[in-house]
């Protein structure tokens, strides 16, 4: 059954009110044979590289790509500059610095609060059980003032389980406010994206990206996927052009590679299982979370230690030993076979 939830009631008052910039390309989009209208360099690029022309602001082509793949129309996607803006933007959209607050789960990705701190928007951080699950109750009933949005994240991350889906449907259909669900590693479960479940939540924001299973982290993609309403705005109060000519088109490439981008998550599939399995049999291993993403979270003997003890060895990984629930604990990224091999053949010797 659709919410009924009108998100014109918790959208800033200034935010409604500004008129976008109108760039150049915004203003005339056809076909010509002359542009002098942006004030480009009309001879090329030095060094030859072909980048003197604005990009699309839009990013349409990009957007009918991911909108074939997603299943759901352009018209309910945005594109920013990694996740990262695009959770910036969704600060600026709903909180009102020094007053509206928000609300994450804990642990979980720590660009929320980095977001909000640079919005002056207080966070809270509400826990999640001893299972990494959310309680319903805890982030419903919250009793904090002017909250506006929750944060969410599924795969959660740095835990890697995914949220349970009953309770998620319960915190949508009674959270006061916006509910952020970060799908930033969903390519790696079995689950299906709660994008299906836009056209009932008005209230619903779903978030993914190129960084992870695309393997395209250096282009800065992140993708947010939500009501026509909410993406009129973020369009409205985006950088005029924030995703680079560059970064459209190698974008625009790998989208039309799906069937490379199946094997190799499919491989790190095969090698998440292998770590899996032979994690069980090292000493230092105390416990080993389930995973629906592309890192393990262990619990260690000694977090600190290990960790020194492997950066000492050429090996880097996650010491999550300071976060809340996560005391002890390593997050490890599935690297190559040849990667996760010397991971394990240190960690064995680890004594
Ligand atoms: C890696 C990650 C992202 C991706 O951020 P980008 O800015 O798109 O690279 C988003 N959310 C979570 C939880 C992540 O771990």
Not at 183 to 207: C, G, H, M, R, T
Not at 312 to 322: A, E, F, G, T
Not at 338 to 346: F, K, M, S
Request: charged share 20%.
């Amino acid at each position: 059954m659709k919410r009924i939830f009108d998100i014109n009631t918790i959208i800033r008052e200034n935010i409604k009110r500004i008129k976008p910039y109108s760039s150049a390309r915004d203003e005339f989009t056809g076909a010509a044979k002359i542009f002098i209208d942006a004030n480009e360099n009309p001879l090329g690029s030095v060094g030859g590289s072909h980048n003197n022309r604005y990009p699309d602001p839009y990013q349409r082509q990009l957007k009918e790509a991911i909108s074939n793949i997603k299943g759901i129309a352009p018209e309910h996607i945005f594109i920013g500059n990694g996740s990262d803006e695009a959770i910036d933007l969704l600060f600026k959209t709903f909180c009102r610095p020094g007053i509206d607050t928000a609300i994450q789960i804990s642990p979980s990705y720590g660009m929320y609060k980095v977001s909000a701190d640079v919005n002056e928007v207080i966070i809270h951080e509400v826990s999640l059980d001893s299972n990494y699950q959310p309680v319903t109750e805890t982030l419903v009933n919250h009793g904090f003032e002017n909250v506006k949005m929750l944060f969410l994240c599924s795969p959660n991350n740095p835990t890697g389980n995914l949220l349970d889906r009953k309770t998620l449907y319960q915190i949508l259909d009674t959270f006061d406010g916006m509910v952020i669900i970060d799908e930033a590693y969903i390519d790696f479960s079995q689950e299906k994206s709660w994008i299906a479940e836009l056209e009932n939540y008005p209230n619903l924001v779903v978030l993914q990206t190129l960084s992870k299973a695309w393997g395209l982290a250096n282009l800065r993609v992140g993708m947010l996927f939500a009501s026509v309403e909410l993406i009129q705005i973020l369009n409205k109060i985006k950088l005029p052009y924030n995703i680079s000519g560059v970064a459209q088109e190698l974008a625009l490439q790998a989208l039309s590679k799906t069937e490379e981008k199946a094997q190799m998550v499919h491989e790190i599939l095969t090698q998440r299982s292998f770590l899996l399995h032979e994690l069980q049999s090292v000493p230092c291993v105390l416990l080993i979370y389930p995973t629906d993403a592309n890192f393990i979270l262990v619990k260690t003997t000694d977090a600190d230690k290990i960790y020194t003890y492997l950066t000492d060895n050429q090996i880097v990984v996650r010491n999550r030993n300071k976060i809340h629930l996560c005391e002890g604990s390593l997050r490890i990224t599935i690297g190559t076979k040849e990667e996760n091999i010397a991971l394990l053949e240190a960690l064995r010797m680890f004594k």
